[in-house]
C-alpha cells in the first residue's frame, strides 16, 4: 500500500515509532495516516507472540465511518521489525523546512534493542 500521508494535524511517521513501543509494553496502539479529509488507521493489537494488524479507512477521519480494509494475525517481533525498518528508512530521506522532522537515531536504535529481546513466547 502506498499514499501520501498529510503532515496537518500530526506527523505519522513519528506517531508509528511512538506506537510500537506500546506492543513492547503489550499495550494497543494506533497510528492516524490524515489524506485531508480521509484517514487511513494503523492499529496494532498484541497477544503474547502476535500481533492483531488491522488498516482502517474513512472517507472523512470520522470513527463512525470506518471500515476495516485488512486485517491479519501475524508474527509480534516479525511485524513490529518490518514497520521499524519502514520508520528507520525515512531518516536516510533528503528533507526540507517544509517535511516532517527527522526521527531521533537513538530512540529508533533503543526500540530495535526492545524488538529484538521479544521471543516467539512474546514478552
Known amino acids: 500500500m502506498e499514499f501520501e500521508a498529510s503532515d496537518v494535524p500530526n506527523n505519522p511517521v513519528s506517531e508509528l515509532v511512538e506506537s510500537l513501543w506500546k506492543p513492547?509494553?503489550?499495550?494497543?496502539?494506533?497510528?492516524?495516516?490524515?489524506?485531508?479529509?480521509?484517514?487511513?488507521?494503523?492499529?496494532?493489537?498484541?497477544?503474547?507472540?502476535?500481533?492483531?494488524?488491522?488498516?482502517?479507512?474513512?472517507?472523512?477521519?470520522?470513527?463512525?465511518?470506518?471500515?476495516?480494509?485488512?486485517?491479519?494475525?501475524?508474527?509480534?517481533?516479525?511485524?513490529?521489525?518490518?514497520?521499524?525498518?519502514?520508520?528507520?528508512?525515512?531518516?536516510?530521506?533528503e528533507t526540507s523546512d517544509t517535511d516532517w522532522p527527522k526521527l531521533d537515531k537513538n530512540e529508533l536504535e533503543n526500540l530495535r534493542t526492545k524488538l529484538n529481546q521479544i521471543t516467539d513466547d512474546g514478552f
Do not use: D
Open 24 to 93: 513492547v509494553r503489550n499495550e494497543n496502539s494506533e497510528v492516524w495516516w490524515h489524506l485531508e479529509p480521509a484517514g487511513y488507521y494503523f492499529i496494532f493489537e498484541p497477544k503474547q507472540s502476535e500481533l492483531l494488524f488491522s488498516i482502517q479507512f474513512s472517507p472523512n477521519s470520522s470513527l463512525a465511518n470506518r471500515k476495516i480494509l485488512f486485517e491479519a494475525k501475524v508474527n509480534l517481533r516479525n511485524a513490529l521489525m518490518m514497520f521499524w525498518r519502514c520508520a528507520k528508512k525515512t531518516t536516510t530521506f
